[in-house]
């Protein structure tokens, strides 16, 4: 018998993609609410209960909201917006964050999504600080761009509508407050004691991301050398079939790489993975200066954010983790 599942917000960019891996699955039925009931307090609330698993594809407000509705201690519920990711009682929904973490997810019947951004800084991270590598204490900086589906409904609409007479923006920084909400996540799931300077950014184009950590290899303790990150990122993901390391000649390779005769540079295209689950990471290093950058490449909508969700839906319900994706 199947599983049934309910997308509360299933209207939504996340909600859409996150329908999409999900149709057409034996294993599982999708269940909607009546679109004229879609406001009723009371006709929600049946349904959140009386289904095996909700994904709440809704805003931080609404889905603390939602939760607050469900009342049954058999519904599984994965959250993919902000308001549970820093949440004591509920699990972090990063398989690959450490030894334990999947059995965690599995185990739970909360899980809070990673953000984006966050995606591809703690898989970085986290790992060089488990290792001694990083220290906890360390100051670090996060450079990072992402397609603008992340921004939300209004952004989507101002970038997809036909630009403004003499408007030349390709490329926007924000979080200029230095308050973006995925900074916490990013602090806590990585064993950091302080806050990363995040700097984010948004370009014109829809989906795929790269995220950026860069490090000044001559003042960290040891000295680490630029392979010495790479070995440590590649054993820590050793097995995974969602997050894997480039090797040391792909990195040289992508570093070496010179414009041709048409002007052409290969190299990372954010959109690369675009449509997967997979995330690619990248340490790129001058050993002379004693340099480094730790690379993430993911899509934003994928890994960093429907992509996880399914594949932690799965091992909430007992399915095989690679389902639908």
């Known amino acids: 018998m199947p599983h049934t599942v309910f997308i509360d917000g299933e209207a939504g960019t996340t909600g859409l993609q996150i329908r999409q891996r999900l149709a057409g699955r034996p294993d599982l039925e999708l269940v909607s609410i009546d679109p004229a009931r879609r406001k009723d307090a009371e006709a ?6 009386g289904v095996d698993a909700v994904v709440l594809c809704l805003p931080d407000e609404a889905a603390r909201q939602a939760v607050d509705l469900i009342t049954s201690n058999s519904v599984r519920v994965v ?5 549970h990711r820093v949440a004591p009682d509920w699990v972090f929904g990063f398989p690959e964050l450490c030894r334990g973490q999947r059995e965690a997810i599995a185990a739970s019947k ?9 995606t591809g800084f703690i898989a970085l991270v986290r790992p060089l600080v488990e290792a001694g590598l990083i220290p906890p204490d360390w100051p670090l900086t996060c450079n990072a761009i992402s397609g603008y589906t992340g921004g939300g409904k209004a952004l989507i609409a101002e ?7 003499g408007a030349s923006d390709v490329y926007r920084t924000y979080g200029l407050t230095l308050a973006h909400k995925h900074v916490p996540e990013m602090q806590l799931r990585t064993g950091l004691e302080h806050p990363p300077l995040f700097a984010p950014s948004v370009g014109r184009y829809a989906q795929g991301m790269i ?9 960290l303790p040891g000295g680490p050398d630029p ?56 340490v790129f290093g001058n050993r002379q200066r004693g340099q480094a950058r730790l690379v993430a490449l993911l899509d934003n ?9 399914v594949q932690n839906l799965n091992l909430m319900l ?7 994706l």
């Open 44 to 49: 929600r609330a049946e349904l959140l209960n």
């Open 79 to 83: 959250d993919p917006s902000t308001a």
């Open 110 to 118: 909360r899980v809070s999504n990673p953000g984006c951004y966050s």
């Open 159 to 165: 970038m997809e509508a036909e630009p403004p007479v």
């Open 211 to 219: 995220v950026e950590v860069p490090l000044q290899l001559w003042a």
């Open 227 to 282: 392979e010495d990150l790479r070995r440590a990122l590649a054993a820590w993901y050793e097995g995974e079939r969602f997050i894997e390391v480039a090797s040391e000649a792909e990195c040289a390779e992508l570093a070496a790489a010179r414009a041709g005769a048409a002007g052409y540079v290969p190299g990372l295209d954010p959109e690369a993975l675009n449509g997967e689950n997979r995330m690619r990471l990248f």
């Open 301 to 309: 909508l994928g890994k960093g954010a429907s992509g996880a969700c």
């Open 318 to 324: 007992g399915l095989e983790e690679s389902a639908g």
